[in-house]
């Protein structure tokens, strides 16, 4: 399949162009568009069809379910069954990085939903992703836009690797702000269970819910046999080819075991912008300020895949935090590093 590809500069000057793509989504074709989390790859959620060429391009397992993206959050209502609490968040935090999961409507189809009774919903805040859901009239169904297991592209060079050859169209939208997939809320009346950390963040979903609920998954590798909450969980998901190994000690401890790595071996280093001055640039990716959880999230899918292209043996990467946006950070990173941390002393 030849994939056209479209740089968006003006959404409303390139509307003819929206239009084109719109229009593909229509016919059950797929598009890759930028949101404000990372690139999606979008097909008609209504249409089992695109489904399916959905699961085939990513290569992705069809029990994993697609977020169906819609462009008001009162849309909701034709595709999934809402409540009040799906309102009071809708209010707070949509248009943004909120995903909810809430019952089904027959609208969708179970081949979106990968087999499930219920739905995934998010309305992004990305200009081109709202306009161009708007333009189709469809809910459209988006998983990130990336092969299966490999990192979420926040980038159309990103997804191009990817996708070149399997999508009828990309749309570039340039680099995806936030960089982490969206937050993941199941919502059971006026509880909620986080089901995968994002860019909305547990204390964020505090000030709004009363009843909010980790996932043991979110932090902890699910064990042999273990039922998980949220199919996605049970995938190795972002893994990159060299086995990457999360850090964990004082800044000094891991500043020294870095350095002694990089003079006995090929390795590559996710690291901070403060220790640049310490270590080698052979193989470097700085991800931000040891402070700056906001530039580590919109930075690392792109380091990950940088350190990945490199020959090294090994990726090191800091053990992130776990709170505020940390915790997405902390929940990726350990899957990307199949839940192996390393404490240096
Ligand atoms: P992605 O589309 O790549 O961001 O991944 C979407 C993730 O959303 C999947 O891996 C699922 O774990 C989760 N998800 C989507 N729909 C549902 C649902 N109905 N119930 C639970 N989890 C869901
Ligand atoms: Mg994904």
Redesign the pocket.
Known sequence: MQTQHIKIHDISAQEADLRHAAQILKNGGLVVFPTET?Y?LGGNATDAGAAKKIYAAKG?PSD????IHIANPADAEQYAVTNETYFRLAKAFMPGPL?V?LP?RECIPTET??G?D???VRCPSHPVAKRLIELAGIPIA???ANLSGKP?PTSAAHVAQDMDGRVDMILDGGSCEIGL??T?V?IDGDRLTL??PGGITYDALCMVCEHVTIADAVTHKLADGER??????K?RHYAPTAPLVLLDGTPEHVIRFLRAEQELGNCAILCYDEELPYLREHHLFPVGERADLQMQAHLLFSALRHADATDAEIIYAHLPPQEGLGLALYNRMLRAAAHTVKHVE
């Open positions: 990372v999606g992705r994993n379910p697609l977020i995903t999961i089904r939903t990968g499930l219920t739905v995934a988006a998983p990130s979420s997939e969206s993941i199941k089901l995968r998980p909450l949220s199919p996605g969980m995938y």
